[in-house]
């Protein structure tokens, strides 16, 4: 359960910072907060920081110039310092979960129970079974104590931390629900790593960080080219002061994008094998690099499967006084994860 005021979500990535801030209007969630700042190349590798003053000084900068009163943040961590696993364990109350949760993570979790913070939610419960289905999550604490760290430094206030996959779940169960009935998968494709979270009968069964993104395509056409990291990010996005794309372009492009499609299906092929669920009816894209043709062709042709474009803002207002409609559409697909974060509210209950 959630009430109270939204947190302004917080998205550091690995190329750059989104911030939005949602509230509650008279006709549902209204964007009154968008901020965006780009960062420098090997500001964050692999989802380590490496440059902390970058990042400070552009979370100052953006919660300044956009005029973000609110200072009680969500933030997410991904990729490798985060597990999520799908466990059965006997059926047992609340207050019995609670209390053997960590030694059920022990079983499930490859780091030092110490090194990390645990969380998890009830999926489903069997009682014909004796059994319910959890899902658990578990988050490296250095992680996480790294960025928030770097929110404070800020002058923020870190009130939660949630994980990427989870984020863009809550944007498109609020924009979509979440159909009983089928199985389907959204898929966060960012500049350095991307995000599989496969839904089937309405809850999360499968996630994966496959480490490979937009700038996977970027660094291909440099070296390919022999051209500045610059010069190929304006190619690969069809910038005007690109100039005119090289001849081998195209096929440069498609080359590396099926690549990145190939390692989506095999996962995806992986899902359905081992899990007893059904075929994947639909695919969901999300993130900046969604918002190449390319990539949603080349993983509808893979996976054999119906591919979208999903923009994370279809069910959300905008405040035009406050939100630069130009800026909005430039970014789309890559809101998704400060917007689910913006959804977390300042005053939360397990369900």
Known sequence: MAEGNNLVGVDIGSSSIKVCHLKDGRKGLELTRLGFAELPPQTIVDGHVMNSGAVIESLGRIFQDKKIKSKDVAMSVSGQSVIIRKITVPMMTPDELAEQIQWEAEQHIPFDIKDVHIDYEVLRRRPEAGQMDLLLVAAKRDEIQDYAQLARAAKLRPQVVDIDAFTIQNVFEFSRGLAPDQTFALINVGASLSTLNIIARGVSTFTR????????????????LSI????AEALKCGRADAGPPPPQLAQIMEGVVDSIAGEIQRSLDFFVATSGEAEIARIFLTGGTAKLPLLAQA????ARSPVEVFSPLERIGVDPSSVDPVALAALGP???????????KDREKRS
Do not use: C, P, W, Y
């Open 209 to 224: 960080d496959i480490a490979n993104g937009g700038n996977f395509i970027t660094d291909e056409i440099r070296k390919r």
């Open 299 to 302: 993983i509808e042709r893979r």
């Open 334 to 344: 890559q809101l998704a994860v400060a917007l689910g974060l913006s959804m977390r």
């Open 228 to 231: 500045s990291l610059e010069q």
